[in-house]
C-alpha cells in the first residue's frame, strides 16, 4: 500500500474547504436556532439562511428570492422535473432530455413515463454534444419541458445551453439545467443563459454534502415539492439546514472569488495529462470534447483492460480515480454516457475517469503520469483480447 | 469489499500467461459483459501438468482465473471437470455477491479447456 494519497475524483465530491467549515461549525452547537422562530439565536439562523441565500445568488447571477435550497442535486433535479410535470399537466406531456443525464434526471423521466408522460431522449454526438437544432426539432405543441445537463460529470462536456435558452424561450418552454457539475467551477449568469430553472449542489464545490438549491426563476409556475412548513416560501417544507446553507453560501462565494485562478491551473493539468496520456498509452482514446470540456475533467479509454481492475491498482499506488465500468456502476452494463457517444462495450468497460481540483499539483500530475503507463501495460498482459492485437501485429 | 486473498490473487496472480501448443484452450465470456477469461492446459495421461490463463475483467475475475487455475493444477481431468463455481469462490474466502458470476466463468473456462481436450484427443 502506498503512503501517498492523491485525490483525483473530484467530480464525485469535494473536501469541506477550512473556511466554509468553520463558518458552518457555530450553527450546529452555539447557534443552533431554528430560523422559523423568533428569539435571538432563532433570528442568527435565518440572517445566516438568507445571507447564504445572497451568495449563491449572486454567485449565478440570480435574485436571492429565486433561490431554493435542497438537500442536494438530485433533490433539485427531481423537483424540477417532477414540479413542471404536476404544474403543467394540463398544458402537455411532453419532456426533453438527452441520454446523457445524470440518473437524478433519468430516473426521475423514467418514472414519469410510467406515469404517462412522453419523454424524448436526443441523442448525442460521439463527443457528447447535443445541437440546438436537435432540441428544436423535438418539440411538440404539448412539449412542458427541456431538461439539458450543463456539464456532464463523466466526460465533462459543456453543452450549448444559452443556445437551447433562446430555442425554449422563442417556444414558451420550461428550460431546465441540471448544472451541478458546472456551478462553483465555470461562470455561469442564468440572466444570459435564459435558463428557468437550474439545479446546484454544494459538495461539489469544497462545500458540504446533503445541501443544494435550485434556482427558479420569477414567474415560473413549479408545483412545491415537500409539504409541511413555510419553509423556502412554502414550497420545500422542512427546517433548514442552517450550518449547510451557510456552508453553501461560504463555499460557492470563495469558488467565485478563485474561478479563474483554480480554472488556469486545472486547464493546465487537464492539458498535461491529455497530451501525455495519448503520447505514452498506444491504444487509448480521450472520451469527450477537447475544448467544451470542464477545465478539470479527463475521461480516458484504454482498450483491453477494465475499470475496475484499474482503479485498483491506481488505489494501490495511492491514486483516487474513478471508472464507468459495469463493475464499478454496480450493473452488468457499463455507463450509459459512454454508450451514448457510441463506445463499444468493450472500450466502455476500460474507461477511467479523472478529475482535477484546487489542491492538486504538477507533482501529483506527473505521479501518475509515471505509474499509468505500467498498470495499464500489466492488465493488458493479462488481457486475452491484447494477445490477440499483439499477435496480428507480430 | 473484496477479502485479503482476493486481494492477494488480483495483485500476484498465479499462472497468468499462454502455453504454445496447449493440448487443450478454453475461452469463454465476452467484451460486452466485461469479462472474457481464456484458459491454456498442458495434459499428461488426463492429468493438468501445466496451466496459464490470461483474463479480460475485473479484479475478482482475475483472482478467480488465478484460484481455479490453482485448484485444478496437477489434478486429474475428471476431478478437475467436478471443481465448482463456489469451490473457487469459498478457496478466496468469498465474493461479494454481485461478483459471484466471474467465479462461475473461471469454473466455466476450465471445463471448456478440458472439453477441448477431450475432442481433440478423439480426433
Known amino acids: 500500500m502506498s503512503e501517498r494519497f492523491i485525490y483525483f475524483d473530484h467530480a464525485a465530491t469535494t473536501p469541506v474547504r477550512p473556511e466554509v467549515l468553520e463558518a458552518m461549525l457555530p450553527y450546529f452547537d452555539k447557534k443552533y436556532g431554528n430560523a422559523s422562530s423568533i428569539y435571538s439565536i432563532a433570528r442568527e439562523s435565518r440572517a445566516a439562511v438568507d445571507e447564504a441565500r445572497e451568495m449563491v445568488a449572486n ?41 446523457i443525464e445524470h440518473h437524478a434526471v433519468l430516473h426521475t423521466c423514467q418514472y414519469l413515463e410510467k406515469e404517462g408522460f412522453d419523454v424524448t431522449y436526443l441523442p448525442v454526438d460521439e463527443k457528447g454534444l447535443i445541437s440546438p437544432a436537435q432540441v428544436e426539432e423535438a418539440i411538440r405543441e404539448d412539449t412542458i419541458l427541456i431538461s439539458v445537463m450543463f456539464a456532464n460529470n ?130 487509448t482514446r480521450l472520451n469527450g470534447d477537447r475544448d467544451k470540456r470542464l477545465p478539470g475533467n479527463v475521461n480516458f479509454s484504454f482498450e483491453f483492460i477494465e475499470g475496475e481492475s484499474l482503479l485498483l491498482l491506481l488505489d494501490m499506488a495511492g491514486i483516487g480515480a ?55 501495460e500489466r492488465l493488458r498482459r493479462m488481457s486475452p483480447l491484447y494477445e490477440r492485437v499483439k499477435n496480428r501485429e507480430e | ?21 496447449a493440448d487443450g484452450i478454453g475461452e469463454v465470456g465476452n467484451a460486452k459483459c466485461g469479462d472474457i477469461m481464456k484458459v491454456y492446459l498442458t495434459i499428461e495421461d488426463d492429468i493438468i501438468v501445466d496451466v496459464k490463463f490470461k483474463t479480460f475483467g475485473c479484479a475478482a475475475a482475475i483472482a478467480t482465473s488465478s484460484m481455479a ?5 496437477g489434478k486429474h481431468i475428471d ?19 454481485i461478483k459471484m458470476h466471474c467465479s462461475a466463468l473461471a469454473e466455466q473456462a476450465i471445463k471448456a479447456a478440458i472439453e477441448d481436450y477431450l475432442q481433440k484427443s478423439n480426433d
Request: charged share 25%; proline share 4%; with cysteine.
Open chain 1, 59 to 99: 454567485a449565478i447571477g440570480a435574485k436571492s428570492d429565486e433561490i431554493y435550497f435542497t438537500s442536494g442535486g438530485t433533490e433539485a433535479d427531481n423537483w424540477a422535473i417532477k414540479g413542471i410535470a404536476r404544474g403543467s399537466a394540463d398544458k402537455g406531456k411532453h419532456i426533453i432530455t438527452t441520454s
Open chain 1, 154 to 283: 463523466e466526460i465533462g462536456t459543456i453543452q450549448p445551453i444559452e443556445e437551447i435558452g433562446e430555442i425554449a424561450k422563442r417556444h414558451g418552454i420550461v428550460f431546465h439545467t441540471d448544472a451541478v457539475q458546472a456551478v462553483g467551477n465555470i461562470h455561469i449568469d442564468v440572466k444570459k443563459l435564459g435558463v428557468d430553472l437550474l439545479s446546484m449542489s454544494a459538495h461539489k464545490f469544497y462545500g458540504p454534502k446533503g445541501v443544494g438549491a435550485l434556482y427558479i426563476r420569477k414567474g415560473t409556475k413549479l408545483a412545491s415539492y415537500i409539504h409541511g412548513g413555510a419553509q423556502e416560501r412554502g414550497k420545500r417544507a422542512s427546517t433548514e439546514n442552517v450550518p449547510g446553507i451557510v456552508g453553501m453560501g461560504r463555499a460557492i462565494e470563495i469558488a467565485t472569488q478563485n474561478m479563474d485562478s483554480y480554472n488556469k491551473k486545472l486547464l493546465e493539468l487537464r492539458e498535461m495529462t491529455i497530451d501525455k496520456v495519448l503520447a505514452t498509452i498506444p491504444y
Open chain 1, 322 to 376: 474513478s471508472s464507468g465500468s459495469a463493475c464499478t456502476s454496480g450493473s452488468l452494463d457499463p455507463s450509459h454516457v459512454l454508450l451514448a457517444i457510441g463506445l463499444p462495450h468493450g472500450i466502455a468497460h476500460g474507461s477511467l475517469r479523472l478529475t482535477f481540483g484546487k489542491d492538486n499539483t504538477r507533482e501529483d500530475v506527473e505521479y501518475l503520469l509515471e505509474v499509468l503507463p505500467g498498470i495499464v
Open chain 2, 1 to 21: 469489499m473484496y477479502s485479503e486473498k482476493v486481494m492477494d490473487h488480483f495483485m500476484h496472480p498465479r499462472n497468468v500467461g499462454e502455453i504454445e501448443n
Open chain 2, 69 to 73: 487455475t490453482e485448484l485444478v493444477k
Open chain 2, 79 to 97: 476431478e478437475a471437470l467436478t471443481i465448482t463455481n463456489k469451490a473457487v469462490a469459498q478457496a478466496l474466502d468469498g465474493l461479494p455477491p
